[in-house]
């Protein structure tokens, strides 16, 4: 973005700052391109929805011609809806979720629960805007492990639930699924509220038998 074929986009001010007026939803993908050296958008020219945002392909190219991203919009484009990826990241989220059961049980909770949401509520976009990470989870460990899932974990359980559920209990058996979709009334978002319930794996004779406590 600095270079020399960009110094007439740079305006600095007090020596050190920059200020930009262009398009803040579609800046999200030039910054990534600036990370990663690709540009990647779905293959599609209709409206997406990430993140709260809507952003088209016309708008994202539009700024690619202003910020002079020496890229082609057709190869530089990456397809990212393809199936294996997908999987991948569908894969991911459900070994998460049972990683982050197995955490809670060693921390003597008898009920797993999280929330998901469609998009993030209100009251942490300020958050957002101050680039105060969101918590997904109390338990820091659990936090980490479903944090990348924050923006997809809603959509995952809305296609893949019941295979979820079942994947989890076959091997769990005594856990309970409990999944709620809960609805609001906007601008609040609609969320599943995630709940796992296993006390009966929790047997406190057996564990006082390997603790000093039963001695």
């Known amino acids: 973005m600095f270079q020399a074929r960009n110094h007439t986009l740079l305006h600095p001010t007090n020596d050190n700052e920059y200020f930009i007026d262009r398009n803040g939803r579609a800046f999200h993908y030039i910054l ?3 990370r990663t050296g690709e540009i990647i958008w779905p293959n599609d020219d209709t409206m997406q929805t990430c993140c709260c945002t809507q952003v088209s392909r016309q708008e994202l190219n539009k700024e690619i011609d ?6 082609s ?3 530089g484009l990456k397809n990212v809806d393809n199936p294996k990826s997908l999987a991948i990241k569908l894969d991911g989220f459900v070994a998460a979720l049972g ?9 003597f909770q008898t009920i797993f629960h999280v929330k998901f949401y469609d998009r993030l509520p209100i009251h942490n976009m300020k958050d957002v805007s101050k680039n105060i990470p969101i918590q997904i989870h109390s338990q820091p460990q659990i936090d980490r492990l479903l944090r990348p899932y924050i923006s997809s974990g809603y959509y995952i359980l809305d296609m893949f639930s019941k295979h979820i559920e079942t994947h989890i209990k076959s091997l769990i058996p005594e856990l309970r699924w409990c999944l709620d979709k809960r609805f609001k009334f906007e601008p609040e978002p609609t969320y599943y509220d995630l709940r796992i ?3 009966s794996l929790l047997d406190k ?7 000093t406590l039963g001695k």
């Open 66 to 71: 202003y910020f002079q991203i020496p890229v």
């Open 73 to 75: 919009k057709d190869i």
């Open 99 to 107: 990683e982050a059961i197995c955490i809670a049980r060693q921390d």
């Open 32 to 34: 990534e391109f600036y």
């Open 205 to 211: 004779n057996e564990i006082l038998k390997y603790s």
């Open 197 to 199: 319930v296993g006390s």
